[in-house]
């Protein structure tokens, strides 16, 4: 019980960098690898930051603004560099590795003993009583272990659907639209007069901006920055990305974009329960989470061709009966 | 309105795979003023169209705009002037986006895109007026994506995100020829009578004699990067499929190859 609790909170987090992976994967057509990099690019800003003094809202906001700035750099690698969208992603994604020691000096930062927004906010929020709200509620229904703060994840929600609404509006736009029709056909938006060059290159960075924005929430959430904590996270975000699609409807951005946020949940709560198989530890999460996305990917369109085969052998036993049915009366 | 001057382009030069693409080439359109350009295949028509559009840029010359110098303006720039149709019918509308969205973003194309809402109440009110015209019943699917209507819809919607914001010229680029033959009349006449209505200046590429017969006010024959044939007003209201092969042959002295053309 009290392992979901963490799986949501800690989803809730993810699903900033998975709705960056969905403007690049999904809106842009842009398979964007640099989230490996800028996701630890958002984490050591912020903790280096912090480490220094400057308030963790504004720490976080700077790794946003890192992240913004790197996904930039692979835009422009993409676009003006012409260089191949998964290699222009790669190498920046190399790069940063880097630049990410560089930034803290060292492959690990703590922020025990730091502020963070998370526990700034839970100084003002002990006073609310709402944690013993909720966990009157939880105990009510025999809950034994209780969450220590609802503080992280209300907190968390309020960003994440704010952000969501943004996101929602920004590509409802005049550039939204314009964005979205790269992905979909660039050869068209580029004769109705728009700068695919510089919309791919904005693009972009907006993604890894919310990738990093996550990194550097994350890093404040679990109190350490680590060089390598972004392995795999690409993978991490395709994969909410695939099973909020999967799970969800679509059909609209607003319930695109919140599929993609329950995705992220959801893949928490996976990965909470998979390890709670005995035989399987931390590092089989990689094996896991490619798997994930295998059977998200591989599902939905095996589930579509047996539907289809169903309908078809139905159609024709129907179409069988009325032909032996006009054969009869004739 | 548009004027090309001296316009010459060779292709993978100092290779044996040299090609002439463009010898020369003097244009002159007047406002309001629909050509339509026919010649075989490799004769330098889409050249042409590229050139106009900014997609290629000329070895030498000039292309005027409205009295602007464009020649070095990059295509998404100069198409705030220029309003294009394709061949394919699925390259002029973004599939996975609304019909709404598509006119919307169509819209934007005369002006800087801003961050404000590009689909609003008073622009749907719009939008609506303008389907209507198309007898399509498009206006009542908005809402519908792109993807799900038929290749005649979507080359009829094109061709209205193109016109409908009134661009100083209008390319075709044998935009009927991806279509089966009733479709491409319904496009037909949706082209002549919005460039009739809103008097564009208009360049259309065809492989089909007889529409470039019926529609226009003046006919250009291209062969091998050259205007081989220019003739304009009555003289081209009499102008026959057999004047203009007999035309072809004589300027050129051999038979029109063009397996299209000849089918046509």
């Known amino acids: ?330 | 309105m548009l004027k090309l001057k001296n316009i010459s382009i060779t292709f993978n030069e100092g290779t044996p795979d040299e090609k002439k693409a463009l010898a020369d080439i003097n244009l002159d359109l007047e406002q309001g003023e629909f050509v339509t350009v026919i010649g075989s295949n490799g004769a330098g028509k889409s050249t042409l169209m590229n050139v106009v559009s900014g997609n290629l840029i000329p070895d030498l010359g000039d292309v005027i705009i409205d009295g602007k110098q464009v020649v070095h303006m990059p295509e998404y720039k100069r198409s705030r002037f220029i309003g294009r149709v394709f061949q394919d019918p699925m390259a002029g509308t973004a599939p996975s986006m609304t019909i709404e969205e598509n006119l919307a973003m169509a819209f934007s194309r005369t002006k800087k895109r801003r961050l404000r809402s590009g689909v609003t109440k008073k622009r749907k009110e719009m939008f609506k007026e303008h389907l209507s015209t198309l007898n399509l019943g498009l206006e009542d699917r908005l809402t519908a994506k792109v993807g799900f209507l038929s290749g005649g819809e979507r080359q009829a919607l094109s061709l209205l995100m193109t016109t409908f914001t009134e661009p100083n010229i209008l390319l075709l680029d044998e935009h009927t020829a991806a279509l089966d033959p009733s479709r491409a009349a319904l496009i037909t006449n949706l082209t002549d009578d919005v460039v009739r209505k809103s008097g564009l200046t208009t360049l259309m590429v065809t492989h089909n004699m007889q529409q470039a017969l019926d529609l226009g006010t003046r006919l250009i024959m291209m062969d091998k990067g050259q205007i081989i044939l220019d003739v304009s007003g009555e003289e081209k209201q009499k102008l026959t499929i057999e004047d203009l092969l007999h035309e072809f042959q004589r300027i050129r002295g051999k038979q029109f190859e063009s397996d299209r053309a000849v089918l046509n």
């Open chain 1, 1 to 330: 019980m009290i392992s979901m609790f963490g799986a949501v909170e800690s989803g809730v987090i993810y699903a900033l960098m998975a709705l960056g992976v969905y403007l690049t994967f999904r809106v842009l057509d842009f398979p964007d690898l640099t989230v490996d990099g800028s996701f630890v690019t958002g984490a050591s800003v912020a903790a280096i930051s912090i480490m220094n003094g400057i308030p963790p809202i504004i720490a976080t906001l700077f790794a946003a603004i890192a992240g913004f700035i790197a996904g930039c750099v692979t835009g422009l690698l993409h676009t003006k560099g012409k260089i191949n969208a998964l290699l222009s992603g790669i190498l920046m994604m190399t790069a940063l590795y880097s630049i990410n020691l560089r930034i803290m000096g060292q492959p690990t930062s703590s922020l025990l003993n730091e502020p963070t927004v998370f526990t700034q906010l839970e100084s003002v929020w002990a006073k609310t009583g709402i944690d013993s709200f909720f966990n009157g509620i939880l105990s009510f229904f025999g809950a034994e272990q209780l969450p220590a703060t609802w503080s992280i994840v209300c907190l968390m929600i309020v960003v994440t659907l704010v952000i969501k609404l943004v996101t929602d509006y920004y590509l409802k736009t005049e550039v939204g639209l314009a964005l979205r029709a790269i992905g979909d056909n660039k050869k068209m938006i580029r004769s109705l007069s728009a700068n695919t060059d510089t919309l791919t290159i904005v693009g972009v960075g907006l993604s890894n901006g919310l990738v990093a924005l996550s990194g550097g929430l994350i890093a404040q959430n679990g109190g350490f920055a680590d060089v390598n904590m972004g392995i795999g996270m690409i993978v991490i975000g395709l994969a909410s990305v695939i099973i909020g699609e999967a799970l969800f409807s679509t059909k609209t951005i607003g319930r695109a974009t919140l599929a993609v946020i329950g995705g992220a949940i959801i893949y928490r709560i996976i990965v909470t329960l998979a390890l709670e198989v005995e035989f399987l530890d931390t590092g089989d999460m990689k094996l896991i989470t490619a798997l994930i996305v295998i059977v998200a990917l591989v599902t939905p369109k095996m589930l579509q061709v047996r539907k289809e085969k169903r309908r078809r052998i139905l159609k024709r036993q129907q179409l069988d009966r009325q032909i032996r049915g006009n054969q009869n009366s004739a």
